[in-house]
T-cell receptor, first 112, second 110 residues
Framework: SQQGEEDPQALSIQEGENATMNCSYK?????LQWYRQNSGRGLVHLIL?????REKHSGRLRVTLDTSKKSSSLLITASRAADTASYFC????????????FGKGTLLTVNP | DGGITQSPKYLFRKEGQNVTLSCEQN?????MYWYRQDPGQGLRLIYY???????QKGDIAEGYSVSREKKESFPLTVTSAQKNPTAFYLC?????????FGPGTRLTVL
């Protein structure tokens, strides 16, 4: 079952613009993570935000979390062509099994 | 050089054959996972293991089997009972926060 749903499904922007992707989820979470996948490759972890945090930054990435709305957003500032990839949110609902539930992803295309 | 490796990168199988996908990690992680990814889709969990000699079914375990005899290794067997096995398979290991992924194996049934 998929907990997270990313929005939009696809996003195309010009280099230098900002890209915002959203993730909604259904049940309470322990933390939410964002991953990046280049075409045909494995996923790479970008950032983790815990349920008691509202905002987190890492380089050009900014993640927000609103647990009352069960939603998160990922902002990539000053995008580059190399940022072209699929971005997935993944939720950890806690418990002892440490499973993540992934959304279907947002395909970001950054045009040079 | 720490990391997680998968082999082979591409695998072709005839209908009715079992095939085994390899996953090895040298990150000293206790937990390991197998996911399936279909085109334009997210990841679906097949099996996971939190400790050697123990594993649990994920959301789509039917037609798959695993073993966890060593901490470093978590091979996945795609059996002939799996009706639609053509997909991209990803293995991951975890320190119980973020997951680290291998490069994936693309399985095609001919």
């Amino acid at each position: 079952s998929q907990q997270g749903e990313e929005d939009p499904q696809a996003l195309s922007i010009q280099e230098g613009e900002n890209a915002t992707m959203n993730c909604s989820y259904k049940t309470s979470i322990n933390n939410l993570q964002w991953y990046r996948q280049n075409s045909g490759r494995g996923l790479v972890h970008l950032i983790l935000i815990r349920s008691n945090e509202r905002e987190k930054h890492s380089g050009r990435l900014r993640v927000t979390l609103d647990t009352s709305k069960k939603s998160s957003s990922l902002l990539i500032t000053a995008s580059r062509a190399a940022d072209t990839a699929s971005y997935f949110c993944a939720t950890d609902s806690g418990g002892s099994n440490y499973k993540l539930t992934f959304g279907k992803g947002t395909l970001l295309t950054v045009n040079p | 050089d720490g990391g997680i490796t998968q082999s082979p990168k591409y695998l072709f199988r005839k209908e009715g054959q079992n095939v085994t996908l390899s996953c090895e990690q040298n990150l000293n992680h206790d937990a390991m996972y197998w996911y399936r990814q279909d085109p334009g889709q997210g990841l679906r969990l097949i099996y996971y293991s939190q400790i050697v000699n123990d594993f649990q079914k994920g959301d789509i375990a039917e037609g798959y089997s695993v073993s966890r005899e060593k901490k470093e290794s978590f091979p996945l067997t795609v059996t002939s009972a799996q009706k639609n096995p053509t997909a991209f398979y990803l293995c991951a290991s975890s320190n119980f926060n973020e997951q680290f992924f291998g490069p994936g194996t693309r399985l095609t049934v001919l």
